[in-house]
């Protein structure tokens, strides 16, 4: 995205603890096998992290490795409560898809925790619900600093009443094509296409630290007017569209949702609601008071994993999220 006849282009520069790994290991069996850290995860001390592994259903997970499907709720989520109920670890797999680029809380998670693919996750949940099983994981990881950018482009004729954004970042061993390369296309869709915008576009950086990037752009005030209507563009382009009527921080707007149903209908598209416990770009500025909604696709098993290509993409999708957010570009007005 850069500076056109259509808008003005402002970079906003930020810092913010980056996590660096240094080494990681995991031994099943004394078999050595693939593994991911998490993003954020806890490292291990200096002679590693050997025990038996437990499933995340048993009742005492006290000084164990915990094995943790993921499949709705966030795995910084899970992974806190485990430590909570005295874990000493966690390996954690996707109930589907590719090996889970997880990431765990920012910036750093109470316990080590790595990623397995789906095949060893099940069968060390079966082997473990009959006989001992014992692993032994290494994480060796540290923070630095790091430098995040928003590139935030307003009208440069005119007053904007709406914000499309979309992050442009995304987790280490992900390629990140769908989360989020696919918003970012879309946010240089609408600069291209529209002729006189009412409205302004923002590509924040480091979302997948915990929204940093959002946090960062509203903390500074940025030129936004109170009435503006926020439209968040995260995961688009391989399971059906949707619009979220809830995230990880509440109800988001019901009169944008409406709005956008409304477009929908009138090109022949239905827009099912979702309801997701994870969280985007559009959940601070839900916060921040402003009319906030998010438009993705559902189901996306590819999304935050090491299949995360454009081989996934579906080109039906994104055509016609490219001619529904050309309709609400055009209309692009406050709502009341």
């Not at 950018?149 to 954004?165: D, M």
């Not at 391989?238 to 409406?258: E, T, W």
């Not at 827009?271 to 906030?292: A, W």
Request: aromatic content about 6%; some cysteine.
């Amino acid at each position: 995205m850069e500076s056109s006849e259509r808008f003005d282009l402002e970079s906003q520069s930020f810092q913010f603890q980056q996590y660096v790994l240094e080494d990681s290991s995991l031994i099943v069996d004394g078999l050595e096998t693939e593994c991911i850290p998490a993003l954020c995860s806890a490292s291990t001390h200096r002679g590693g992290l050997a025990g038996l592994v437990c499933r995340d259903i048993d009742e005492d997970a006290r000084g164990k490795i915990v094995l943790l499907p993921i499949s709705r709720i966030h795995e910084s989520i899970a992974v806190e409560e485990l430590a909570g109920r005295g874990a000493a670890g966690v390996l954690i797999y996707p109930n589907s898809g590719g090996m889970l680029v997880g990431r765990v809380r920012y910036p750093s998670s109470s316990i080590p925790s790595l990623m397995v693919r789906r095949p060893l996750g099940r069968k060390l949940w079966k082997d473990s619900s009959k006989k001992e099983v014992h692993v032994a994981l290494t994480i060796r990881a540290r923070t630095k600093k790091g430098f995040g950018r928003n590139l935030y482009a307003t009208p440069r004729n005119g007053r904007a009443t709406s914000l499309f954004v979309a992050h442009r970042d995304s987790r280490p061993y992900s390629p990140g094509a769908i989360d989020n390369a696919s918003g970012t296309a879309f946010l240089l869709f609408l600069a291209s296409t529209i002729n006189q915008p009412r409205f302004s576009l923002l590509s924040t950086d480091a979302e997948e630290y915990g929204l940093l990037g959002a946090h960062h752009f509203v903390s500074t005030g940025s030129r936004m007017n109170s009435g503006t209507s926020v439209f968040n563009l995260d995961s688009i382009g391989s399971g059906q569209l949707h619009l979220v009527g809830r995230s990880r921080a509440g109800s988001l707007s019901a009169k944008l949702n409406a709005r956008i149903s409304s477009v929908a209908k009138g090109l022949s598209l239905t827009l099912p609601k979702l309801s997701t416990p994870r969280g985007s770009d559009c959940d601070v500025f839900l916060q921040e008071g402003f009319e906030s909604c998010w438009l993705r696709s559902y189901p996306t098993p590819t999304a935050t994993t090491t299949d995360d290509t454009v081989a996934h993409i579906r080109q039906g999708v994104i055509a016609k999220c490219c001619r529904l957010l050309e309709r609400v570009g055009v209309s692009s007005v406050a709502v009341p």
